[in-house]
């Protein structure tokens, strides 16, 4: 990053993690809560070493959650 | 996390409870990006809260006849860290009965609507709910006028605003 370019290149790098966002939060619940566990999974190992207890769930397929009117 | 609904499905048609709805972070995820979280929170109606007794101990017992487990503070359901909390007050008491009904893998099951999440974040106003407040803000479907209307009954509107720039 140049120090011309750097808050044009900042900018787009926030609309695109903004992005991201706004993608991962229509995502289906399932979809998330599958998220979730990975997220799980990877803190347990570092928080276990801490000393720390912390849970990981076991989860089914993930597949479809509708809302209903 | 399906066979762990259908607990909790079957906990209330057996009048273990008399209605629950997923709330805390799980329901923020619903709305929002997902982030890490170890509890499945569930708010709870016990049958008998008309009289004032808000015991859990019918659900602990219940769920200990079918096998499932404690696990510090939670119970262990189908592999899903299920923490109880019953309704406390009435801005949950509300939240519990108008939560969506929504359909998690063909297993119906309630969440907190977003206005009432987003109000029980001011209402408990600990440093993560009001960190987690301002992104549920940016990214969940809130209806302004619905969230100011619950903030104001449950005397929670100076707060709020102090938390809005």
Redesign the interface.
Known sequence: MSATNGPAELQRALERKQA???L??A?P??E??A??VQ??AR?APILRARGQ???V????S???????V | ???ALEVLNQLERDGVIARYAIGGA?AA???????????LDVFVLPPDSSRGLLTLAPIYDALRALGYRE??E?MDV????VQFLPAYNALIEEALHEA???????T?TRVLRAEHLAAIMVDTARPKDRQRFAAFC???PLDDERLQDILRRHGLLERWRTWTP
Do not use: H, N, S
């Not at chain 2, 189908?78 to 860290?81: K, L, R, S, T």
């Open positions: 991201r966002r706004r991962m939060a995502a619940f399932p998330k809560i998220v979730v997220l799980q803190f207890e912390y849970r769930w076991r989860l089914e993930p597949g479809q959650m509708k809302r209903e | 996390m399906k066979k799980v995820i619903f709305y929002m990006e997902p982030f890490a979280t170890e509890d696990d510090r939670c189908e592999g899903v860290a969506a009904t929504v359909d998690y893998e063909g119906p940016e990214q969940a």
